[in-house]
Nanobody
Framework: QVQLVESGGGLVQAGDSLRLSCTAS????????MGWFRQAPGKEREFVAA????????DYANSVKGRFTISRDNAKNTVYLQMTSLKPEETAVYYC????????????????????WGQGTQVTVSS
């Protein structure tokens, strides 16, 4: 069992930056591929970014490429999402997910790829 806790959300203005954190507990963090998803009101949860177990591979949704950066610190059991140039349409609850089934270099792009989720952190971007 893995417990995930997101933090770092808040209210920012368009164009601002924000860094989200997701801290895991319960099992060996380096055994898990990690991902960030978001869910806006009335919309489905969507993929944002993913990182492999060792952090050697990352990938992003096209909408955030060049602006968001996912990283992880396995010594701190934490994955981060650095977000820059935020847009109002990116207002959403941001969730992190963890999966131990993916290979060492595997990335998860779908909800079904993850078997553990945090409770989410709200990000609100005002115009």
């Amino acid at each position: 069992q893995v417990q995930l806790v997101e933090s770092g959300g808040g209210l920012v203005q368009a164009g601002d930056s924000l860094r989200l954190s997701c801290t895991a507990s319960g099992r060996t963090f380096s055994n898990y591929a990690m991902g960030w998803f978001r869910q806006a009101p009335g919309k489905e949860r969507e993929f944002v970014a993913a990182i492999s177990r060792t952090g050697t591979r990352t990938d992003y949704a096209n909408s955030v490429k060049g602006r968001f950066t996912i990283s992880r610190d396995n010594a701190k059991n934490t994955v981060y999402l650095q977000m820059t140039s935020l847009k109002p349409e990116e207002t959403a609850v941001y969730y992190c997910g963890a999966d131990f089934r993916l290979s060492e270099t595997g990335l998860g792009y779908t909800l079904g790829a993850y078997n553990y989720w945090g409770q989410g952190t709200q990000v609100t971007v005002s115009s």
